[in-house]
C-alpha cells in the first residue's frame, strides 16, 4: 500500500505562482513515475505533468513554459512549481503514483487563481 498526501494548494491572483508537494510513503519500487493531474468543477480529470525516477519529465500543452515538475527521490516526494497561473488553472490538484503495476491518488489541494 501507497499513501500520498499533497500540501501547497492556496488562493492567487492571476501572474502568481504556487508551489505543490507530493510526498509518498510505503511500499515504492526504485522505479517510479509520480505525477500531477487537476480536475476543475465540470470538467473530467487531466494531466498536467509526470516525472520519473529516471529524471524524465512531461508536461500537458496547456502548462509548458509555466509549470515545472521536479522530485526528491530520496524523499519520493514530487513538487510542482507553478508560475503566471491563470484563472483557468482554477481546479483540485491531484498527485499519483504508478509503481510495481499499480498507481494511487492523494486526495487533492485546491488551487483557486482569481483574475
Known amino acids: 500500500q501507497v499513501q500520498l498526501v499533497e500540501s501547497g494548494g492556496g488562493s492567487v491572483q492571476a501572474g502568481g505562482s504556487l508551489r505543490l508537494s507530493c510526498a509518498a510513503s510505503?511500499?515504492?519500487?526504485?522505479?517510479?513515475?509520480m505525477g500531477w493531474y487537476r480536475q476543475a468543477p465540470g470538467n473530467q480529470r487531466e494531466l498536467v505533468a509526470t516525472?520519473?525516477?529516471?529524471?524524465?519529465?512531461n508536461y500537458a500543452d496547456s502548462v509548458k513554459g509555466r509549470f515545472t515538475i521536479s522530485r526528491d527521490n530520496a524523499k519520493n516526494t514530487v513538487y510542482l512549481q507553478m508560475n503566471s497561473l491563470k484563472p483557468e488553472d482554477t481546479a483540485d490538484y491531484y498527485c499519483?503514483?504508478?509503481?510495481?503495476?499499480?498507481?494511487?491518488w492523494g486526495k487533492g489541494t485546491l488551487v483557486t487563481v482569481s483574475s
Open positions: 516525472h520519473s525516477s529516471g529524471a524524465s519529465a
Open positions: 510505503g511500499s515504492i519500487s526504485s522505479f517510479n513515475v
Open positions: 499519483k503514483i504508478w509503481t510495481a503495476g499499480m498507481a494511487y
